[in-house]
């Protein structure tokens, strides 16, 4: 049923999605790359929430905030050590490069966590709800809400008003250009996946959240996600990711209220029909980007 | 100032130059002249770092850049206003000159660039708020050349400036380069338009597929060379 329950859900979860595709579609408008070791960088903010909170006496926002960071910088680090010597080689390449990385993370966290589910302690405000017009709504749904909101402000704020977001916008436009103005090519690229690991961190503090474990290949279905809601969105745009996301998130939720329970299971099937439906109709997912826009004058 | 010498470039198993040797002075402005795939932009493209040349030399005052990476070939003071104009759409304006003059870290510097900028093109002074995509043809011309200026130039080089402009913006644009030109820019200009170019140009080189054909003022290429034979069949680009 369609309540007020109902669109708090929907509205978390589109926000956890649309970081989630921002995080992807953030590197892919510069290097063209869909990075398949993204997923990974959820994982590894899990895994440190798992290890920060049993070994560290941390408070749990200082864990949070080092699982942003540990997803931050494994993000930079594949940068530089994996996708940053074959960035000249071509798409292929790097692509073949991340599907590398995704298994080498996953087999780390094999080898040297468990193969089995490690539970991750979440602080007592993921567990409760409060009341909202006299509807139930859990607080963890609303920090995703909350977060999500000041995630874009800030990404807004350093994308329009810094003269590094201005030219990781122009690279995502034209990065031969962008080169040509002198911007080094390493600064903007580091910068994309700084951005993207910063967005897998404050989304593995929520995705972890709701199962309260983590294992090492949990960053599977993060992809999909953030693969997906790109694609109804548009590849080329930030915008794009965050309406892919939101859209997402909708339509999941829908089909979870409108088919019949015993069809409930099969969403995930109806979900990509429906995807598939969308990009008939706009292959270019539904924001275009004006980079691939053409204007005669 | 720079200087050019015996350059080969290929794209694959296409060659493109094929020993290409020419020089600018300081204050030149200098044309490079040809028909479609004579090698001009490929030319431009291998001093701007994104075209690495497979033999030759490039100096820029009296150093190599060749192999340099074209952001770090922008830091040492050289502008390339591509074919096609290739602005960022979208960027706004503003934000398309900020990024224009981003190897410039003074602010008195990018203001006086700025002030400068408006004077020479007053409409984008108008459209600052507007994203580049949604410019006109003429007027997104207007913001590469001015992107480029954002960077105080030491030498900038203009690839098919007039190309697809109606002929009162053609005028206006040659006009432009004329008075930077006087302004003591040095200018690299590749072009089509034969007549308009050797009106303002110092020297110039007539190149033709992958080579330099003929070479000299504009007096000397008019004498000797037949520029309407290089251009025969080039409607409304011969001279007349």
């Known amino acids: 049923m ?19 595709a921002l995080g992807l579609v953030i590197v892919y408008g510069i290097l ?20 920060a909170t049993f070994y560290t006496p941390l408070p749990w926002l ?6 942003v960071l540990a997803a931050m910088l494994t993000s930079l680090f594949t940068e530089l050590v994996a996708f940053r010597p074959v960035r000249e080689k071509s798409l292929t390449a790097m692509l073949i490069t991340s599907f590398a990385v995704s298994t080498l993370l996953q087999n780390g966290a094999l080898l040297i966590i468990s193969p089995r589910a490690r539970a991750v302690t979440l ?6 709800s409060v009341m909202i017009a006299g509807t139930s709504v859990p607080w963890r749904n609303i920090l995703i809400i909350l977060t999500c909101i000041l995630t874009l402000t800030v990404l807004t704020l350093l994308l329009r008003r810094t003269v590094l977001g201005i030219a990781l916008r122009a690279a995502a436009d034209n990065f031969t250009m962008t080169r040509m103005l002198g911007v080094p090519a390493n600064t903007v690229i580091s910068t994309a996946f700084a951005i993207s690991g910063i967005m897998a961190g404050i989304v593995s503090i929520f995705w972890i959240g709701r199962s309260a474990s983590v294992t090492p290949t949990i960053g599977a279905a993060p992809l999909l996600v953030a693969f997906v809601a790109t694609v109804i969105g548009g590849m080329r745009s930030l915008t794009g990711a965050v309406v892919g996301g939101f859209v997402y998130a909708i339509i999941i939720s829908l089909l979870g209220v409108i088919l019949p329970p015993g069809l409930v299971e099969f969403r995930e ?29 | 100032m720079l200087e050019l010498n015996d350059v080969h470039a290929r794209y694959g ?28 932009s490929t030319t431009l493209g291998c001093i701007a770092g994104v075209l690495r040349p497979w033999q030759g030399g490039i100096t820029f005052e009296g150093a190599s850049i060749l192999g340099k990476s074209p952001e770090q070939i922008a830091r040492l003071g050289i502008s390339l206003v591509p074919e096609g104009r290739d602005i960022f759409p979208s960027l706004n304006v503003e934000e ?8 410039r870290s003074e602010k008195s510097e990018y203001r006086r660039n700025l002030g400068e900028v408006y004077d020479l093109f007053p409409v984008l002074k108008e459209r600052l708020q507007q994203p580049g995509g949604t410019l006109s043809g003429g007027e997104q011309q207007q913001l590469a050349i001015a992107r480029a200026l954002m960077s105080s130039p030491r030498l900038l080089m203009l690839d098919e400036p007039s190309l697809g402009l109606a002929p009162a913006l053609v005028d206006q644009i040659f006009e432009l380069i004329a008075r930077l030109h006087q302004r003591g820019v040095t200018i690299l200009l590749v072009e089509q338009n034969v007549d308009r ?12 597929t992958g080579l330099i054909e003929s070479h000299g003022s504009a007096q000397q290429l008019r004498a000797h060379t037949d520029i309407e034979g290089i251009y025969m069949g080039m409607q409304g680009q011969t001279k007349k």
């Open chain 1, 62 to 67: 200082g864990v949070a905030v080092l699982a």
């Open chain 1, 32 to 51: 063209r790359l869909v990075n398949f070791a993204y997923g990974e960088l959820v994982m590894v903010g899990g895994y440190t929430m798992y290890l």
């Open chain 2, 13 to 40: 198993a296409i060659i493109a130059l094929r020993g290409v040797s020419i020089y600018i002075s300081k204050g030149e402005l200098v044309a490079l002249l040809g028909v479609n795939g004579a090698g001009k």
């Open chain 2, 96 to 103: 398309n000159l900020r990024l224009g003059a981003f190897t």
């Open chain 1, 123 to 128: 602080p007592q405000i993921f567990q409760t």
């Open chain 1, 269 to 297: 099937a109806f979900m990509f029909a429906i995807v598939i439906i969308i990009l008939v109709f706009r292959p270019e997912g539904l924001i275009r980007s004006k980079s691939s826009e053409e204007r005669v004058g």
């Open chain 1, 2 to 20: 369609i309540n007020l329950e109902f669109i708090i859900n929907t509205l978390s979860l589109g926000s956890l999605y649309a970081m989630l």
């Open chain 2, 197 to 208: 170019s050797l009106e303002i140009v110092d020297r110039a080189y007539l190149m033709n």
